[in-house]
């Protein structure tokens, strides 16, 4: 049974920095990443990382946020520095299997006020 704990999120103000964290159990995972949804707007990709070391973000957080994995622990970290009001939103931990199984995290909430 594939298990997601998520932990980090929370307030800050603009300009601050929060971390995320992941720790995936259950199975094996070609790639790890996190997806948002602010208010009023679709879920959206953020940024993901493969077991091979590739990485990729949206082009909204490109040079603020930061993504990285330890393979041998299944964990996943997002570090998100300079942090905008429309940075807002619930933040979700996404895995993927080799076989192509999507699993989510419950989502955890990141408040940037201006």
């Known amino acids: 049974q594939v298990q997601l704990v998520e932990s980090g999120g929370g307030l800050v103000q603009a300009g601050g920095s929060l971390r995320l964290s992941c720790a995936a159990s259950g199975s094996i995972f070609r790639v790890m990443g996190w997806y948002r949804q602010g208010p009023g707007s679709q879920r959206e990709l953020v940024a993901y990382?493969?077991?091979?070391?590739?990485?990729n973000y949206a082009d909204s957080v490109k040079g603020r946020f930061t993504i990285s994995r330890d393979n041998a622990k299944n964990t996943v970290t997002l570090q998100m520095n300079s942090l905008k009001p429309e940075d807002t939103a619930v933040y979700y931990c996404?895995?993927?299997?080799?076989?192509?199984?999507?699993?989510w995290g419950k989502g955890t909430l990141v408040t940037v006020s201006s």
């Open positions: 996404n895995v993927r299997t080799p076989w192509g199984i999507d699993y």
């Open positions: 990382t493969t077991s091979e070391g590739s990485t």
